[in-house]
C-alpha cells in the first residue's frame, strides 16, 4: 500500500507556472505507475498526464500536452507536475494517483479506474 500526499497549489495569474509535488510513502516508489487527474467544480474528473513506473513513458491529455510536464525522482519517493503558461480552465483540485506495477497498454494510464491509490488532492486557481 502507498499513501499520497499533494502539495503546491494555489493562486496564480494566467500565464503563470506552478509546480505541484506527490509525495508517497508506504512502497517503493519504483514499483507504481504514477498519474495526475484533475477535477473542475462541477465538472468529472480528467486525467491530466501519467508516467509509467519505469520512467520511460510519459502520456498527456491534448489539453495539456506542451504546457504540462510530468516527472518522477523515485528516490525521493516524489512525482512532480510542472505547469506552465496556465489558463483559468486549468483550475481544479488536482489530485495525484498510483498503481502498483505497470500497465499493457497505452489507453489505460488515461482510465482512473486503473488507479488504485489516490491523493487527497490540491487546489489550483488560475486567475485571469
Known amino acids: 500500500q502507498v499513501q499520497l500526499v499533494e502539495a503546491g497549489g494555489g493562486l496564480v495569474q494566467a500565464g503563470g507556472s506552478l509546480s505541484l509535488s506527490c509525495a508517497a510513502s508506504?512502497?517503493?516508489?519504483?514499483?507504481?505507475?504514477m498519474a495526475w487527474f484533475r477535477q473542475a467544480s462541477g465538472k468529472e474528473r480528467e486525467f491530466v498526464a501519467a508516467i509509467s513506473h519505469n520512467d520511460r513513458s510519459t502520456y498527456y491529455a491534448d489539453s495539456v500536452k506542451g504546457q504540462f510536464t510530468i516527472s518522477r525522482d523515485n528516490a525521493k519517493m516524489t512525482v512532480y507536475l510542472q505547469m506552465n503558461r496556465l489558463k483559468p480552465e486549468d483550475t481544479a483540485v488536482y489530485s495525484c494517483?498510483?498503481?502498483?506495477?505497470?500497465?499493457?497498454?497505452?489507453?489505460?494510464?488515461?482510465?482512473?479506474?486503473?488507479?488504485?491509490?489516490w491523493g487527497q488532492g490540491t487546489q489550483v486557481t488560475v486567475s485571469s
Open positions: 508506504g512502497r517503493t516508489l519504483s514499483s507504481y505507475t
Open positions: 494517483a498510483a498503481n502498483f506495477g505497470p500497465f499493457y497498454y497505452d489507453g489505460a494510464y488515461s482510465q482512473e479506474e486503473k488507479y488504485k491509490y
